[in-house]
């Protein structure tokens, strides 16, 4: 950035440690964005005089007669139609060069959406993914996160799903994105065509780690202006909030703060519900969905990060292993999403919600027998057939590779029930039962 | 001359101030940004610097920025026009705002000043009064609102004069008051009180001696709540508890509920924004909206607010309570709001207690749950505020900070449990943790006995101690093996079963299903006691559970069924026969 003539600039850096500097300055804004020694900082701090700020790229190098110059003003980002089909780093910059000058400069970050003003979400995503549509219908405007373990292929699910969600707008936050899952992406979109409707902010694993705080904000104030703006429909991706909650607790821990559970910083909470908390059904009929990744560590959903994760979004999808078909699935236990009941019977097949609730407590019995089983008990004839059903449940519904309409889906298990078990045993609302029982 | 000062310090949202006179702990203040006037609340002092916490974001605000002090503390505006209104957590209507976002600084009036008001005297003059005595009434929706005595007012006074019955605005005068030395206070439909402090106008608080019926069987039957009682409903994220909490707002026995949505979801309190006007009260008939207030700080919305939120919400609810009103106050979620404080803590560099929470979390919880409880009023009426915060512990873990802080003041346990959850089944109140310390109550005894039939507690118990032994049978089972047990236990099992699913779970989304009465849990409960008290002779398990299978179903089909609807009453004559076809004489 060239320097301007009201800038202030100053050369003697008091403290310097691996992520913040600290030094004396006067009419310095809280939050605002500087340069120190070519790298980009902001704010954090302001006691009397001193001012501490974070350095993204980390502190490595720095002197203490290194130039600091203040912007006198937050981070922001140039906003227009020409952002779509471009890829950018945390900064906003376009990665493939050049300056991006288009458009309005829009502090990231911003405001939130009045409560009052917002619309009740009532639009259904169809992916085609049964574990999805059937079991965890995903509405426009909901905010989900995929709970994976790092070795599961949320990368490519959350492709899939982004590519079938018919979205006008996909905007991709990437956080620590390996270059190779970077490039997959890239060939991805751009095998489906779909690269004039994405916009990406990309953080990878070769930049450093604090960059990452900004693409969240970044990739949010570009979904706000497509969705307030011009009321489209926008698809928010955001992987891997795990490695984003990483750098907080970085940036904390080098800000002294005491840690909480899992050596988190105690706002934890408040600063990952500031971003799930952007999506939005708008009265104008656009839209904020995001759909974000929570990489596990051994499946463990207590660590703070998945925890707090947990309370903030509506649901989560858990994908696992299944052992009886090899397949990876999304598990129905674990799995939730709150929004369901907003469409499922409603924009979908009245049969929907029981029918989807009867396959899972099957599946739960499967469970239970496989339990026994493995206790080395004899299994009884129902424990049999509910193994039996959990199998073909398991392969043709909850697979993630399984692409049909919601329709299909319940066609499917109610064949599944009828193959199976008696009506008694299924116990859904006999008017149901009388009309959709495939003999 | 208003005290003021300087900004001296920024970290996040705690702004140090250096002041040029007297400030007090806890009051409020106004910090500039340009033009942007931020509220914020004084929580530390040192020499003269104070500490204060914006509720606000601090973006650009700039070392000897102006900040002005108002002398008071936050405070909470009571008049007629509170019901039916959307507020954040400093009483801001939510409706009156401006623009799609919240701008920083939004300030909007809680009521409407300019609106009349249909004002009836109930006092006549020369009558003694105190601070919340009624001095006259307005009808407010359908709740009789009583104009009363400021609480702020101390000692006793006589009535000088009294408006004639008319209508008048909130601001205009209505009585005047005398104080023994004869000084003269005009008295308005509006008064202020700080929300940090509870409302103390009443004679005596009496032990809860009453239900509440919430139309929730796992709550009614098994753990009622008392009116004017507190309870707490713990879970992990998944199992629930906004749910129920939903569940209970719309069909709970209340004259008046305030929702704190407290650092939860926003979609959620659009669900109750889009829902509460169109669903219709069952007890009265008048729309939900009409009896409803709703505080909402979204967990994006400011922390410090936040923390403000749930003392808005219960002043709210002491203020109608002093009208001689049954109040339910609901806050989801507390854990937020012990949060909010652990920021706060935590920016201050305070030494942390448990999992960095300030040490002081259980005198602050306990000191909350305290200001819940049924009141006897000075003129012989009683109301009521009815406590029920939902706990979001970490991980699911019920020994953390927040839950056993909880735990120690509240009286009710809602225990979640994920097991449940994960088998659906929903509410997945967990029949063996779950308590209710009312049932202990020789008050509410009697009044079971009185209200529902002779003996109801024991029959209570007595379905307990089966949903415990059918555990017990189930893990003997699941050690053993089918074949490895008597049949006995596999009977004892799915007595327990048969309880769970016909009384312990319900279905929220289901029209009818959704709330039950009292009277039709009377029957249901009662109906399946009576199957569990009866011996049956299974050939084998497998038998058992078929035959229980069906019995369920049958139950459930009838649990879908509209009260006494011939389709009803057809689900039990059959189950009547299905059991006496089977049972031993």
């Known amino acids: ?135 965890n219908t995903i509405v426009s405007g909901q905010k989900i996160p995929f709970f994976a373990d790092p070795d599961q292929p949320y990368n490519a699910v959350m492709a899939n799903v982004a590519l079938r969600a ?274 | 001359m208003k005290t003021t000062g300087r900004v001296n310090g920024i970290i996040s949202n705690i702004v140090i101030v250096k002041t040029d006179g007297a400030v007090g702990q806890n009051e409020i203040c106004h910090v500039y940004c340009g033009t942007t006037r931020m509220m914020a609340e004084v929580i530390k002092v040192i020499g003269d610097e104070a500490y204060v916490q914006v509720f606000d974001s601090t973006r650009a605000l700039k070392i000897g920025d102006r900040v002005e002090f108002e002398g008071h503390m936050l405070e909470a505006t009571l008049a007629p026009g509170l019901l039916s209104r959307n507020y954040d957590g400093l009483q801001n209507d939510l409706e009156k705002m401006d623009g799609l976002f919240i701008a920083r600084g939004s300030i909007t009036d809680p009521i409407d000043f300019e609106k009349k008001w249909e004002y009836k005297p109930l006092a006549k003059v020369g009558d003694k ?128 509920i305030i929702i704190v949505a407290c650092g939860e979801r926003a979609n959620e309190v659009v669900e109750i924004f889009a829902e509460f006007p169109e669903l219709v009260d069952p007890h009265t008939g008048h729309k939900l909206m009409e009896r409803t207030i709703i505080i909402c700080n979204t967990s994006n919305m400011p922390v410090a607010a936040r923390e403000a939120s749930v003392y808005t919400g219960m002043t709210i609810g002491e203020y109608y309570r002093s009208m001689g009103l049954k109040v339910l106050v609901m806050a989801d979620s507390t854990s937020r709001w012990a949060q909010a404080l652990r920021e706060m803590s935590n920016r201050l560099e305070e030494l942390p207690g448990q999992d960095a929470f300030p040490m002081d979390l259980s005198a602050i919880i306990s000191n909350f749950y305290a200001r819940a409880g049924l009141v006897k009023l000075h003129n012989g009426h009683t109301g009521s505020v009815t406590f029920l915060g939902t706990v979001s512990p970490a991980g699911g873990n019920l020994k953390e900070p927040v839950t056993e802080s909880t735990k120690k003041a509240a009286r009710c346990f809602y225990a979640l449990s994920q097991g449940r959850a994960d088998s659906k089944r929903y509410p997945a109140i967990d029949p063996l943790e779950s308590y209710s310390k009312y049932l202990e109550y020789p008050e509410v005894r009697e009044y079971l006995d009185e209200h529902i039939e002779k003996n109801w507690v024991d029959a209570v118990y007595e379905g307990k101690t089966i949903v415990q032994r059918g555990k017990e049978a189930n893990d003997q089972i699941n050690i053993l093996g089918d074949d490895g047990v008597p049949t006995e236990y596999h009977e004892r099992f799915w007595k327990s079963e048969l309880i769970d699913f016909v009384i312990l779970q319900q279905d929220a989304f289901d029209a009818i299903d959704a709330n039950c009465p009292t009277e039709r849990q009377k029957m249901m409960y009662n109906m399946v006691l009576d199957i569990c008290r009866k011996q049956f002779d299974f050939a084998d398990f497998e038998e058992c559970s078929q035959y229980f299978k069906s019995l369920i179903n049958l139950f459930r089909q009838m649990n879908y069924s509209e009260w006494k609807s011939e389709q009803f009453d057809d689900y039990r004559r059959q189950i009547e026969k299905f059991v006496n076809d089977k049972s031993a004489k």
């Not at chain 1, 909470?269 to 990744?293: F, R």
Request: net charge negative.
């Open chain 1, 1 to 135: 950035m060239t320097t301007r003539a009201f800038q202030k600039v100053y050369t003697k850096i008091d403290n310097i440690t691996k992520a913040t500097i600290t030094l004396r300055a006067s009419g310095v804004g809280n939050d605002e964005l500087a340069t120190v020694g070519g790298r980009l900082a902001q704010v954090v701090k302001i006691m009397g005089e001193n001012v501490t700020l974070q350095v993204f790229s980390g502190t490595e190098g720095l002197a203490t007669d290194s130039e600091v110059v203040f912007h006198g003003e937050p981070p922001k980002l140039r906003v227009s139609d020409a952002l779509a089909g471009r890829f950018f780093n945390a900064y906003g910059q376009p990665l493939e060069g050049g300056e991006l000058t288009e458009g309005e400069a829009r502090e990231i970050g911003g405001p939130t959406v009045n409560p009052f003003r917002r619309i009740q979400p009532s639009e259904l995503i169809a992916t085609g993914i049964a574990g999805i549509d059937l079991n």
């Open chain 1, 166 to 439: 018919k979205a006008d707008k996909i905007i991709l936050g990437g956080m620590g994105l390996t270059n190779d899952d970077f490039l997959y992406f890239k060939h991805v979109f751009e095998n489906a065509g779909a690269l004039d409707r994405i916009v990406s902010f990309v953080n990878t694993t070769d930049n450093p780690p604090v960059e990452r705080l900004l693409v969240p904000d970044m990739a949010l104030t570009a979904a706000e202006y497509f969705a307030v703006d011009k009321g489209e429909k926008v698809l928010v991706l955001l992987t891997d909030m795990t490695l984003y909650a990483d750098a907080l607790a970085i940036v904390s821990n080098r800000m002294d703060q005491i840690p909480s559970k899992d050596s988190m910083p105690g706002s934890l909470y408040s600063d990952l519900a500031k971003i799930y908390e952007k999506a939005v059904q708008l009265p104008n009929g656009g839209s904020i969905t995001i759909i974000a990744v929570t990489t596990l560590s051994g499946g463990d959903i207590t660590h703070a990060i998945p925890d707090n994760t947990g309370y903030i979004t509506e649901g989560q999808l858990f994908l696992r292993n299944d052992s009886d078909t090899g397949k990876v699935i999304v598990d129905p236990f674990r799995s939730l999403s709150r929004l369901k009941q907003l469409v499922i019977g409603k924009k979908t097949r009245e049969d929907h919600p029981q029918v989807m609730n009867a396959c899972v407590r099957l599946y739960a019995d499967a469970a239970n027998a496989k339990t026994k089983l493995e206790n080395g008990f004899d299994l009884s004839d129902y424990d049999e057939r509910s193994l039996s059903f959990a199998k073909d449940y398991s392969e043709k519904l909850l697979a993630i590779d399984v692409n049909i309409d919601i329709d299909q889906m319940l066609d499917t298990a109610w064949q599944l029930f009828a193959k199976y078990f008696s009506k008694e045993e299924v116990a859904i609302k006999q008017a149901l039962i009388d009309k959709y029982w495939k003999a």
């Open chain 2, 129 to 256: 009064v105190t601070a919340g005595a009624w001095l006259g009434e307005v009808q407010e929706q359908w709740v009789a609102h009583k104009i009363m005595v400021p609480f702020i007012m101390q000692g006793s006074y006589t009535v000088k004069s009294l408006a004639a019955e008319g209508s008048y605005k909130v601001t205009d005068t209505i009585a005047t008051l005398q104080d023994t030395d004869g000084n003269e206070y005009p008295v308005t439909m509006v008064q202020k009180w700080p929300v940090k402090q509870a409302i103390r106008c009443f004679d005596e608080k009496p032990r809860p001696s009453r239900v509440m019926e919430t139309g929730v069987r796992a709550i009614d039957t098994f753990n009622p709540l008392a009116e004017g009682g507190t309870g707490f409903i713990p879970g992990p994220f998944g199992a629930g508890k906004t749910v129920l909490q939903h569940a209970i707002s719309k069909q709970a026995e209340a004259d008046v």
